[in-house]
């Protein structure tokens, strides 16, 4: 009999990565489409604007070629929602590079992947745990899927100010309280770069029957990265969505969705997928996908070495005599139990009294550096294989110039950087989505039901979501943002009011 109860140790037993089984050096779909936008072509199919012929602008400012391989789908080129040919092979080639049984090609973002693997493996009533900082589409899909959320708190560090993966013992209770769990969704790495003991999750996910599904947006790197770290596939998870386009090299907006095993059935996940993706796949979209496997599959390992001790040494050079403070692995390990993701360089700013907001401006402003995100205590920049020794010296210089010149002596300290409290949830998303609703002030919305969803991106982690009670937590955290930051996204666009459930709950 499996006892449930027992953590298992394997998360610190790293087993290499397979190699893969098939030539690496192909991108047969991009070959197929360079040589069709080659071939002198009448096309009287779709797009309108004929390989380039009616947009002069377009063609002049990307290029005769990208005109030319905008084009629709067609035998030479398969087809994205039943592949048969080129597609079905690039697919397959991004399978192999990934360690995965089936790859799908994704065009409209790991936001539809997220969506596609709950919506194949929890149905309408059905539970599914998920940590309360996972992303905006998770939520979508929890609303789609009708699925009954039980949030899990994720690991708050009041120090950096941000959260970190949820722990064992967090996923061990709620699956003891909660043994009807059909389903769990873990974020890995989290946006910041942490990673939880997946290996156990997905052994305890498994001994309870129930199945694991991986948001890996910012982790399509990791099967590639030099000192082993475990990616979600090896650590056993059965679907995985990887943004290709945020650490991979592929074009904004491209995505990979990897399944193994037999937990999840594949013609149903395709199935499931056709029903979310366009019907009109961007083949500069898809082949850059297989330009991108290529470049990770034969170079990633090689460049991510030589950049390690690269960015080793910034992390020296920036702490050096310095108040300011980055995030590393020893201190994840050692405050938190997990491993560390170091293409994320977190710098903690507060401590030379200035938000991160202040300098992700100032970077911006002054040394022409965009950040990929700013916190209350905290700038992110996202570290790729792109990176060279250049661009990161220009970005140490820059933080170190901004405490010469607009430092102070006094730390900034705020309760409303992190929330650590996990909002009251009255009703099942999905109700809450389709109840009756009025727009109020968000000051007068306390105690309500939210119908809405209010949101800062990046990094796309929700204050609260329909069928949430509102909290003074969620209005503080609300006008902190826009003190600061100068915007909170809402589904109704309209500033300071939030939708709420009609207090009859919506009944007629």
Not at 173 to 187: C, G, H, Y
Not at 285 to 300: C, H, I, N, T, Y
Not at 316 to 324: P, T
Not at 338 to 357: C, H, P
């Amino acid at each position: 009999m499996i006892n449930k109860n027992v953590k298992t140790k394997s998360f610190f037993q790293a087993q290499p990565n397979p190699q893969p089984l098939l030539d690496q050096n192909k991108m047969p779909l991009f070959e197929a489409l360079v040589q069709y936008a080659k071939e002198d072509v009448i096309p009287f199919d779709v797009p309108g604007h004929k390989m380039g012929k009616g947009m002069n602008l377009l063609k002049k400012v990307f290029g005769e070629m990208t005109m030319r391989m905008d084009v629709n789908s067609m035998k030479e080129l398969d087809l994205l929602s039943h592949p048969q040919s080129v597609i079905k092979e690039a697919q397959e080639l991004a399978a192999d590079a990934f360690g995965a049984d089936h790859a799908y090609f994704l065009v409209n973002g790991t936001t539809v992947g997220i969506i596609a693997m709950i919506l194949a493996v929890v149905k309408p009533g059905e539970s599914l745990l998920v940590p309360r900082n996972c992303h905006k589409s998770v939520m979508n899909g929890i609303i789609l899927s009708g699925a009954r959320p039980i949030f899990i708190q994720p690991e708050v560090d009041f120090h950096f100010g941000i959260s970190h993966g949820v722990s064992y013992e967090n996923v061990q209770k709620a699956f003891i309280m909660n043994p009807d769990i059909k389903a769990i969704l873990v974020t890995y790495p989290t946006y910041f770069g942490a990673m939880d003991e997946l290996e156990d999750i997905c052994k305890l996910a498994h001994n309870y029957d129930a199945t694991i599904i991986v948001d890996s947006a910012h982790g399509a790197h990791l099967p590639f990265m030099p000192d082993n770290m475990i990616d979600p596939l090896r650590a056993g998870a059965d679907a995985v969505t990887v943004s290709m386009h945020k650490t991979g090299g592929s074009l904004t907006q491209s995505s990979l969705l990897l399944l193994q095993g037999n937990r999840i059935n594949h013609e149903k996940m395709q199935k499931v997928v056709n029903m979310l993706q366009t019907t009109s796949s961007n083949y500069l979209l898809m082949s850059s996908l297989d330009v991108a496997r290529r470049e990770l599959a034969l170079f990633a390992r090689e460049r991510l070495t030589a950049l390690k001790p690269i960015v080793d040494q910034a992390i020296y050079e920036i702490e050096s005599e310095s108040k300011l403070e980055v995030l590393k692995s020893d201190y994840v390990f050692n405050h938190f139990h997990q491993k560390y993701d170091w293409t994320k360089l977190v710098i903690r700013v507060n401590g030379i009294g200035l938000t991160g907001f202040e300098v992700y401006t100032l970077l911006k402003e002054k040394y022409n550096i965009q950040m990929e995100l700013a916190e209350g205590y905290v700038v992110m920049a996202v570290i790729s294989s792109s990176d060279s020794q250049e661009t990161i010296e220009r970005l140490v210089f820059a933080l170190k110039e901004i405490e010469k010149q607009y430092g102070i002596q006094s730390s900034i300290i705020s309760t409303n950087v992190i929330s650590h409290q996990i909002n009251e949830l009255m009703m099942i998303p999905r109700d809450a989505f389709y109840a009756e609703q009025e727009s109020i002030r968000i000051e007068e919305a306390l105690g309500r039901i939210s119908a809405d969803t209010l949101m800062i991106y990046p990094p796309g982690i929700p204050l609260v979501i329909p069928g949430e009670r509102i909290s003074n937590d969620v209005i503080n955290q609300y006008y902190y943002y826009l003190e600061t930051i100068g915007h909170v996204l809402t589904e109704g666009m309209e500033a300071n009011y939030i939708k709420v459930v009609k207090e009859d709950g919506g009944k007629k």
